[in-house]
């Protein structure tokens, strides 16, 4: 069980989650006299859909099955993030950068430490 997951679990007697997304929990929003609600962050979501599929299946996916998706009182909240401004545009270049590096089949041992860097981040 992800770690996310299980926090969730603990922390809640009731609670609807998606199969498969637990990486794209954020935690639980709780409202008064009403049980708690899981939240997802919608990035993480097609995050995790694109390394499934291409991006456009992705998002078509995500638009048809799970934005749309009503469990009942309990079905967990998206959230979408307000854009950061100038700096998502230099991390979007560094992710941009360390993907070519771990595409070039040239250095193996570069390629390797961008994968690596990548998937850590790809955690958080």
């Known amino acids: 069980m992800n770690k996310r997951k299980k926090w969730i679990m603990q922390n809640t007697e009731n609670i609807a989650l998606f199969d498969g997304l637990d990486d794209a929990i954020v935690g639980i929003a709780s409202r008064p006299n009403l049980e708690s609600l899981a939240v997802y962050d919608m990035h ?3 995050r995790i ?3 499934q599929m291409d991006p456009e299946d992705a998002a078509e996916h995500f ?4 934005a749309c998706m009503y469990c009942g009182p309990l079905t967990p909240l998206i959230m979408a993030r307000y854009p950061a401004g100038p700096r998502s545009s230099e991390v979007s270049r560094l992710r941009a950068a360390l993907e070519q590096i771990a595409s070039n089949r ?5 390629a390797d430490f961008a994968r690596d860097i990548l998937a850590r981040r790809e955690v958080r």
């Open 63 to 66: 638009d048809a099955n799970i």
């Open 44 to 46: 993480r979501i097609m």
């Open 106 to 110: 040239d250095e193996p041992y570069a």
């Open 49 to 51: 859909l694109e390394q």
